[in-house]
């Protein structure tokens, strides 16, 4: 599975992947998403949430699955003050829920601290 | 005896604020706050642009993916409406904010006519003002496209 990490301002904390189940993690809650019945050329519309206190877009943001068969998921890391950018695609394999994905542009002015958040919370 | 500067505040009253007289400009190496916030703070990321203030007012913009309008709202009204697409606010509202809307023409003719709108949902049907909306536009050219343009105003605390 590959995987781009977008910069959100209310997203969950960090994830877990099984296979092509994702598990999402926010405020002490964790739910599995089961991505393996979305086919080739499908249109993603959204996860439906159960338990999570967060909106879908905030989880999985989009997702389709190539011609090749591998499955390419957009998820959310969130972010304070500062222009913050994507990631570049990684494979989920390599994921890190310790780790900022996503990119800081110091090009443009801004007020405030610059803030990423991780499992380790905000920093 | 302090000397009184401004409205019957002392010098020594008047130190709990930052220092802006005098010959140096006031350049601060990080943002001052009022209350524990910052006075002020902003940003961009997915979602579009905000800024924050330590008062407790938001203001975010944001702009939607590329909308078609495919489908006539009445038979022969001519008028042709998008599907809902739902629009995160780059950072979330504590309360229901104000938005104010607009739509911009990328392709098809008779786009002056075009008319954003948003509803208090997010997309999956629950009501869910402080972090999205739903937004489309209307259209009388069919499948025409178009940008949904919010501006939204609001309390983040």
């Known amino acids: ?123 | 005896m302090s000397r009184v500067i401004a409205d019957g505040l002392s010098k020594k009253a008047s130190r709990q604020y930052a220092e802006l007289s005098g010959d140096t400009p006031a350049n601060f190496t990080a943002m001052p706050q009022v209350g524990g916030d910052p006075i002020v703070e902003s940003g961009s990321n997915a979602d579009g642009e905000w800024t924050r203030w330590a008062d407790g007012t938001q203001i975010t913009h944001l702009i939607s993916g590329t909308l078609t309008a495919s489908d006539e709202v009445t038979s022969g009204s001519g008028l042709y409406s998008s599907s809902v697409s739902t629009a995160t606010f780059p950072r979330a509202f504590d309360v229901i904010p104000v938005s104010a809307l607009g739509a911009r023409g990328t392709s098809g003719a008779g786009l002056s006519l075009t008319v954003g709108w948003a509803s208090a949902r997010d997309g999956s049907g629950t009501v869910n003002t402080t972090t999205a909306v739903e937004v489309g536009f209307t259209s009388p050219e069919q499948n025409s496209t178009a940008l949904v343009l919010v501006v939204s105003v609001g309390r983040w605390k």
């Open chain 1, 1 to 123: 599975m590959k995987i781009t990490v977008i910069p959100t301002g209310t997203p969950v904390t960090h994830y877990a992947f099984s296979g092509e189940t994702i598990t999402a993690f926010c405020k002490g809650e964790q739910e599995d998403f089961d991505l393996s019945s979305l086919v080739a050329n499908a249109q993603f519309q959204s996860v439906a949430v159960d338990t999570l206190d967060t909106s879908p877009s905030q989880i999985i943001r989009e997702a389709y699955r190539d011609e090749a068969g591998e499955l390419h998921v957009t998820l959310c890391q969130g972010v304070g003050s500062g222009h913050w950018e994507a990631s570049d695609v990684i494979d989920s394999a390599s994921y890190d829920p310790d780790t900022v994905y996503v990119k800081l542009n110091q090009e443009k002015a801004f007020s405030g601290t610059p803030k990423v958040t991780t499992r380790q919370g905000a920093m």
